[in-house]
């Protein structure tokens, strides 16, 4: 309790804390000059501390509360006082009521003010971000939650797209030569590694007659799925047309005259080398339509064969005529025909595989069964890559001529 606070105003007037007394009716009885400052206005003694100095609600309120206090009773509110001459002021009102003779009154209110303002800028910016952040949050789970939804569908669109590269994979291989003849004469051995799911190299082999088997080699422009149903389409061509045409010069012009006739348009076309082996003799007919020639593997040295034969690539335009070269197999021979996809393998940093390196890998290999040369010869290749992936199809075909039947 202070009992006679009219002694201690002289006291307030030195503090830096704002501080006013007031009487039962809410009536100035004293301030000191730090709550002026404060409030940014004069007070004068009988001015009550009412609508003009805060809002109508809470003067009330603050008159109710203060009107509730018993001796000794603190009280604390947030209040905002009116400024004639600014922004209104925030401020944290800490008030008790005294019981002392101050002049007239006896039992007195006193009040000490702390202005806050920043601090309520402060909580508001703190407010406003919590909000924003709760807002970020629910915007951010509502975006989760499409993308989700998004992943949903697109991993059922893609189990589709697979389930049916599959089928197609399936198809394409069934459309890829798998059984290679073998004979007392010759055995052949071939496989196809796309690059992709399925890709746009074709090999074939067609027992012509009785005496001559047809072999082919070719690879369509491009790789993936585009190429790969101008495969589908070419081998019906290929079976159609090969059987008719015992030379290969007259076969390839036929082709062409198809492949243009039917992809022109679309920029499709294609390189292809083909070999007819007459199965007695070991007399073996060449034709190259762009292709890169074959290479005949002996075991002092590896021949380059089919240079003197060939055309244009098949598509490129609507006439084009092809020559066929004529060579004799010796026993031992192995050809080899491929694709650019083996001899342009390559490393991360853009160094080719090439075909002498293949040549000279195939002729160390040549008194292994065809199909662990195929083998190893993949393996190497995929090892000169280092894990580079493939950039196009790779197909490799081995023919073997052990010994004639005349």
């Known amino acids: 309790m202070i009992h006679e606070a009219a002694f201690l105003m002289p006291g307030f007037d030195c503090l830096p804390v704002p501080i006013v007394l007031l009487d039962d009716n809410l009536m100035v ?22 609508e003009r100095m805060l809002e109508q609600a809470l003067a009330t309120t603050l008159y109710q509360a203060l009107s509730g206090l018993s001796e000794n009773d603190r009280l604390e509110k947030d209040l905002k006082f009116k400024n004639d001459d600014g922004p209104a002021v925030s401020g944290i009102v800490v008030a008790s009521r005294l019981v002392a003779h101050l002049g007239e009154h006896r039992s007195s209110f006193l009040i000490v003010y702390t202005d806050i303002t920043n601090r309520s800028a402060m909580e508001n910016i703190m407010e406003s971000s919590f909000d924003n952040f709760i807002q970020t949050t629910i915007n951010l789970d509502d975006a989760l939650k499409r993308i989700k939804m998004q992943r949903t569908v697109l991993s059922r669109f893609k189990q589709r797209i697979t389930k049916e590269l ?9 459309i890829i030569a798998s059984h290679f003849p073998t004979s007392l004469a010759f055995e052949s051995f071939g496989t196809n590694r796309p690059s992709e799911e399925i890709g746009g190299d074709y090999l074939d082999v067609i027992q012509l007659d009785s005496h001559h088997m047809g072999f082919i080699v070719a690879d369509v422009s491009g790789h993936g799925v585009a190429p790969a149903l101008v495969t589908t389409i070419l081998r019906a061509w290929v079976h159609d047309l090969f059987p008719k045409h015992q030379h290969l010069g007259s076969f390839f012009s036929v082709l062409n005259k198809l492949v243009y006739d039917t992809f022109n348009t679309t920029g499709f076309y294609l390189t292809a080398f083909g070999m007819i082996l007459n199965t007695t003799s070991g007399e073996m007919e060449l034709c190259s339509a762009g292709h890169d020639a074959v290479i005949r593997v002996r075991e002092m040295d590896c021949t380059d064969l089919g240079t003197k ?19 004799q197999l010796v026993p031992g021979d192995l050809i080899v025909c491929h694709t650019d996809g083996i001899s342009e393998a390559r490393t991360k940093d853009g160094a080719f595989y090439g075909r002498e390196r293949m040549a000279d890998f195939i002729r160390s290999k040549r008194t292994h069964t065809l199909k662990e040369i195929v083998t190893e010869l993949l393996a190497d290749v995929d090892s000169f890559s280092m894990g580079e992936k493939a950039h196009d199809d790779q197909t490799v075909l081995l023919i073997r001529w052990k010994t004639s039947l005349d």
């Open 166 to 174: 599959d089928v197609a994979r399936t198809v394409q291989k069934s």
């Open 309 to 327: 034969s060939g055309g244009r690539v098949i598509g490129a335009l609507e006439d084009s005529s092809f020559t066929s070269q004529m060579v």
């Open 29 to 50: 009885i004293y301030h000191n000059p730090a709550a002026q400052r404060a409030l940014a206005r004069p007070f004068r003694p009988g001015h009550a501390l009412g």
